[in-house]
């Protein structure tokens, strides 16, 4: 499975007009995990009663029948999450950022589909420019931990070195889910040059301090369908860059996914040199 799909940039401007370090605070900490921590358990009792297995599985049959039917024709559906559990849940000097999206690939078993999301020795293939480089660190079964350099580009350049934990479980033989955690996330400063260096963890820019995934996936209708649910922390809106920051706090978030989702069918739907499958 790809992490990169809500690589969340709480700030773009120009060098000379973007806000300085920030930290990580223990009350931003608390207020994401307990959002995790709810929405992981949402996510274990729909798994337990197997319904809704995809999101547009709670609509009522008309819609829900057309939106199956633009994700068969090639659309993206992806909607933005404000809310779990019913509650608003507020992040003290920090925001958290909660999307989920869905593909359908046609012609892709769900073996395939999977052999592809835990090729991670290769997703700087599938997923450039947004993955530099990635590979396993430590495999056991449907285990994973999982290094990864994520660039996001917009006026300006930021690059994080990531480490995840991945979890993959299969439920039957046409549907599947898995979850994720970062480990780490550092901030690189001048990277690929000779004087590359690592921002200390939690006092950094704030582009991305957390990011939880949990992806499922249904074979089903001659494809596979495969929705990716993320949620981000980074830093807050600092005041005086509003105008500036606002707009792409929620555009990129959802850009990220777009682009992670449609990566994902587009490496399913043509050959990829040197994968190689999961063990």
């Given at each position: 499975?790809?992490?990169?799909?809500?690589?969340?940039?709480?700030?773009?401007?120009?060098a000379c007009a973007t806000p300085g370090p920030v930290e990580l605070k223990p009350p931003t900490t608390e207020a994401y995990e307990r959002y995790v921590r709810l929405t992981q358990a949402r996510n274990d009792?729909?798994?337990?009663?197997?319904?809704?297995?995809?999101?547009?599985?709670?609509?009522?049959?008309?819609?829900?029948?057309?939106?199956?039917?633009?994700?068969?024709?090639?659309?993206?559906?992806?909607?933005?999450?404000?809310?779990?559990?019913?509650?608003?849940?507020?992040?003290?000097?920090?925001?958290?950022?909660?999307?989920?999206?869905?593909?359908?690939?046609?012609?892709?078993?769900?073996?395939?589909?999977?052999?592809?999301?835990?090729?991670?020795?290769?997703?700087?293939?599938?997923?450039?420019?947004?993955?530099?480089?990635?590979?396993?660190?430590?495999?056991?079964?449907?285990?994973?931990?999982?290094?990864?350099?994520?660039?996001?580009?917009?006026?300006?350049?930021?690059?994080?070195?990531?480490?995840?934990?991945?979890?993959?479980?299969?439920?039957?033989?046409?549907?599947?889910?898995?979850?994720?955690?970062?480990?780490?996330v550092t901030e690189v400063e001048n990277p690929g040059k000779a004087d590359e260096t690592q921002k200390p963890v939690?006092?950094?820019?704030?582009?991305?301090?957390?990011?939880?995934?949990?992806?499922?996936?249904?074979?089903?209708?001659?494809?596979?369908?495969?929705?990716?649910?993320?949620?981000?922390?980074?830093?807050?809106?600092?005041?005086?860059?509003?105008?500036?920051?606002?707009?792409?706090?929620?555009?990129?978030?959802?850009?990220?996914?777009?682009?992670?989702?449609?990566?994902?069918?587009?490496?399913?739907?043509?050959?990829?040199?040197?994968?190689?499958?999961?063990?």
């Amino acid at each position: 499975m790809l992490i990169a799909a809500s690589f969340a940039l709480a700030a773009i401007a120009p060098a000379c007009a973007t806000p300085g370090p920030v930290e990580l605070k223990p009350p931003t900490t608390e207020a994401y995990e307990r959002y995790v921590r709810l929405t992981q358990a949402r996510n274990d009792e729909e798994l337990r009663l197997g319904s809704p297995f995809l999101f547009l599985d709670a609509l009522d049959t008309v819609p829900r029948e057309a939106a199956y039917a633009a994700l068969r024709r090639g659309e993206v559906r992806i909607e933005r999450e404000a809310r779990v559990a019913g509650q608003v849940i507020q992040c003290p000097d920090g925001m958290i950022h909660h999307w989920v999206g869905m593909i359908f690939v046609p012609g892709a078993t769900l073996g395939e589909t999977l052999r592809l999301l835990q090729d991670y020795n290769h997703q700087a293939s599938y997923y450039s420019p947004d993955v530099m480089r990635s590979r396993i660190l430590a495999h056991s079964g449907n285990d994973f931990r999982v290094y990864m350099r994520f660039r996001r580009k917009k006026v300006i350049t930021v690059v994080l070195d990531t480490e995840h934990e991945i979890h993959y479980l299969l439920l039957d033989a046409t549907r599947a889910h898995s979850r994720s955690a970062t480990l780490r996330v550092t901030e690189v400063e001048n990277p690929g040059k000779a004087d590359e260096t690592q921002k200390p963890v939690g006092r950094d820019g704030g582009y991305l301090w957390r990011m939880n995934t949990w992806w499922r996936f249904l074979e089903r209708d001659g494809g596979t369908y495969v929705q990716s649910e993320s949620v981000s922390l980074t830093r807050s809106i600092p005041t005086g860059f509003g105008w500036l920051i606002r707009p792409f706090v929620t555009s990129i978030p959802r850009e990220a996914l777009t682009f992670t989702l449609t990566a994902t069918r587009s490496a399913l739907t043509q050959p990829r040199p040197g994968s190689a499958p999961a063990r």
